[in-house]
Nanobody, 125 residues
């Protein structure tokens, strides 16, 4: 079973940047993509971004509200995926979860077969 470990969360001010990292214990063929969900306080988990983890070309998908502000990237040598978050807003406050999926699209929770433990991101106004 692949394990995902997130790091990089914290408390920042609106307009600041933050980079999340997700280290996977292995890269398996059951994972076509890795990405990020988030769960704001009192709300359901929602898709943020995902990226292909195989091949030489990066294919990425983003949720509309983060397009142009967030960038997902990968380092296959380290089995690590990153989420660079710029121009953060208070509504980005959430627990961010790293995920693995056999699909690359605007993911839903049913597409996910491995979840990280989550890392808290808090954006103050």
């Amino acid at each position: 079973q692949v394990q995902l470990v997130e790091s990089g969360g914290g408390l920042v001010q609106a307009g600041d940047s933050l980079r999340l990292s997700c280290a996977a214990s292995a890269r398996t063929f059951s994972n076509v993509a890795m990405g990020w969900f988030r769960q704001p306080p009192g709300k359901e988990r929602e898709f943020v971004a995902a990226i292909s983890i195989w091949g030489s070309t990066d294919y990425a998908v983003y949720e509309d509200s983060v397009k142009g502000r967030f960038t997902v990237s990968r380092d296959n040598a380290k089995n690590t995926v990153y989420l660079q978050m710029n121009s953060l807003k208070p509504e980005d406050t959430a627990v961010y979860y790293c995920v693995g999926s056999a699909k690359l699209r605007s993911l839903v929770p049913g597409d996910i077969h491995v979840w990280g433990q989550g890392t808290q991101v808090t954006v103050s106004s």
